[in-house]
């Protein structure tokens, strides 16, 4: 995986983020921004995943690039947790979960993967989820 093609050394590690927006080449990868380190104040935060409420459910949206999601050296999920500090990945049918992924959701190559979670898998505290992106 090659998430900036033009970018040498540590600006094209996978961890890496050379425009300081806080997003790692990784994530910025999966969701279809562009890390640019000749441009350090670029922002790709508009592209990060969103949380709604609908019913007793959370519903966890995200984009993943058809390049990402083709991409054989990536693990690419949703994980949830109800202490920050155990992560669960979330499955299709595995605890009432759903996750519905419409081809070209967001636009031509970027999918829309939405990840429903009910609200009781925190049980009384809080539900965090959060995108995960491994390189294998």
Not at 30 to 57: E, I
Request: with cysteine; hydrophobic share 40%.
């Amino acid at each position: 995986m090659c998430p900036l093609p033009s970018a040498t050394g540590a600006d094209a590690a996978f961890n890496a983020d050379p425009d300081h927006d806080g997003l790692s080449n990784g994530i910025e990868f999966v969701v279809g921004g562009q890390p640019n380190p000749a441009n350090p104040d670029s922002n790709s935060s508009a592209l990060l995943p969103t949380l709604a409420r609908s019913g007793s459910n959370v519903v966890f949206t995200f984009r993943r690039t058809a390049v990402a999601a083709s991409d054989s050296g990536l693990i690419i999920s949703a994980e949830y947790s109800s202490n920050l500090s155990s992560w669960t990945v979330a499955q299709d049918t595995v605890n009432d979960v759903s996750i519905v992924t419409t081809t070209d959701g967001f636009g031509a190559g970027v999918d829309k993967v939405e990840v429903t979670l009910p609200s009781s898998l925190a049980g009384t505290g809080p539900l965090f989820v959060r995108l995960q992106v491994t390189q294998q």
